[in-house]
Antibody, heavy 121, light 107 residues
Framework: EVQLLESGGGLVQPGGSLRLSCAASGFTFSSYAMSWVRQAPGKGLEWVSGISGSGGSPYHADSVKGRFTISRDDSKNTVYLQMNSLRAEDTAVYYCAKDLGIALAGTFEHWGQGTLVTVSS | DIQMTQSPSSLSASVGDRVTITCRAS??????LNWYQRKPEKAPKLLIYAASSLQSGVPSRFSGSGSGTDFTLTISSLQPEDFATYYC?????????FGGGTKVEIK
């Protein structure tokens, strides 16, 4: 059974940093692209970042480019999202999502339960 | 960026009704279109991928159609467990983008 478990969310001040983790199990992690998708309170879904399998190319939405970095450690079956220079508008539930294959196809067949990030002073 | 526009933003329907949700892309995306269901406090669930392919385990009352810029999600006979918010999403290219969502409520 595929499981994705996010952690690392919490309350952080504007300008601060946070690192989210997503521990995966139940599939060959290195063979799948992974993404982070967020949902701000009362808003819709927003794709944030994605990375192809086997440590491939990372991609970021313009809203986070230069501030967020996605990475993965295939030896630990974990994908990370390093978030710097956080803003109030980054407040959201962040979901980890598994893609259909090794390339970033952008079709998310499995999702984690999410971790809440609150940016506030 | 490719903009995805869903309509309606909300609708009220009864159990057994046929429900149709539309999604329009700001440019042609071929069939690179996915549909997700989102219930409160639950992770999104993939229903349809590649515009019309039913994800494994999803009931056959859900169907998708369309190509290019115009797409449709249809629920042939609405069931109590289908009351949720539905999102379309283009997978044609990055940045990947979602529609604003359609909330399906009980009439």
């Amino acid at each position: 059974e595929v499981q994705l478990l996010e952690s690392g969310g919490g309350l952080v001040q504007p300008g601060g940093s946070l690192r989210l983790s997503c521990a995966a199990s139940g599939f060959t992690f290195s063979s799948y692209a992974m993404s982070w998708v967020r949902q701000a309170p009362g808003k819709g879904l927003e794709w944030v970042s994605g990375i192809s399998g086997s440590g491939g190319s990372p991609y970021h939405a313009d809203s986070v480019k230069g501030r967020f970095t996605i990475s993965r450690d295939d030896s630990k079956n974990t994908v990370y999202l390093q978030m710097n220079s956080l803003r109030a508008e980054d407040t959201a539930v962040y979901y980890c999502a598994k893609d259909l294959g090794i390339a970033l196809a952008g079709t998310f067949e499995h999702w984690g339960q999410g971790t809440l990030v609150t940016v506030s002073s | 960026d490719i903009q995805m526009t869903q309509s309606p933003s909300s609708l009220s329907a009864s159990v057994g009704d046929r429900v149709t949700i539309t999604c329009r892309a700001s440019q042609s995306i071929s069939n690179y279109l996915n549909w997700y269901q989102r219930k409160p406090e639950k992770a999104p669930k993939l229903l349809i991928y590649a515009a019309s392919s039913l994800q494994s385990g999803v009931p056959s009352r859900f169907s998708g159609s369309g190509s290019g810029t115009d797409f449709t999600l249809t629920i042939s006979s609405l069931q109590p467990e289908d009351f949720a918010t539905y999102y379309c999403q283009q997978s044609y290219g990055t940045p990947l983008t979602f529609g604003g969502g359609t909330k399906v409520e009980i009439k």
